[in-house]
């Protein structure tokens, strides 16, 4: 099976547009459009350096009552909308996010994951750009995801109700 590729992705929006869906949305269908590709000269590297930084304490996680926190942390809490970030330099990737976060709290999503990869700039910079304002402000709670779901390599984000 081929990807759909975002051409075409584009072509079926705009054949849907004045069509009323009989259900919400599906996950896949949350997920993130593709950013525009930048030409590789003006793509930015950061630092070889970059060391992860630690996630929020977890004063974060006593937010949520104790049964979703336990179900968060054991990984059998239903997985709502996802965004898998490889392949993507830190520009695309950071801008990806912001939209996938924010798309999915619209959509009235609640846990979600974000995929980072094991090692890399990008294991390292998601947890400081979640902790910046916009992105913060939306978030409840962030938890390492559990094996099944890549463990170290991705994060839970437990989003706040959109009010």
Same mark, same amino acid.
């Given at each position: 099976m081929r990807a759909v590729k975002h051409e075409e992705r584009a072509l079926w929006r705009e054949t849907m547009r004045g069509v009323t869906p009989l259900r919400p949305a @599906? &996950?896949?269908?949350?997920? @993130?459009?593709?950013? #525009?590709?930048?030409? #590789?000269?003006?793509?930015?590297? @950061?630092?070889?350096?970059?060391? &992860?930084? &630690?996630?929020?304490? =977890? #004063?974060?996680?006593?937010?949520?009552?104790?049964?979703? =926190? @336990?179900?968060? #942390?054991?990984?059998?809490?239903p997985i709502e909308a996802k965004l898998d970030l490889h392949g993507m330099t830190q520009a695309e990737a950071h801008d990806a996010l912001t939209r996938f976060i924010a798309r999915a709290q619209k959509h009235g999503s609640r846990a979600v994951l974000v995929i980072t990869g094991k090692s890399g700039v990008l294991h390292g910079a998601v947890p400081r750009w979640l902790a910046e304002g916009e992105n913060r402000a939306r978030i409840l709670a962030i938890r390492r995801a559990h094996a099944q779901h890549g463990g170290e390599g991705a994060l839970y984000l437990m989003l706040r109700r959109k009010r």
């Open positions: @599906a &996950p896949e269908e949350i997920a @993130a459009e593709p950013p #525009k590709r930048e030409s #590789k000269s003006r793509r930015v590297r @950061a630092p070889a350096t970059s060391a &992860p930084l &630690p996630l929020r304490s =977890a #004063k974060t996680i006593d937010a949520l009552d104790r049964r979703t =926190a @336990a179900r968060l #942390k054991r990984g059998t809490l």
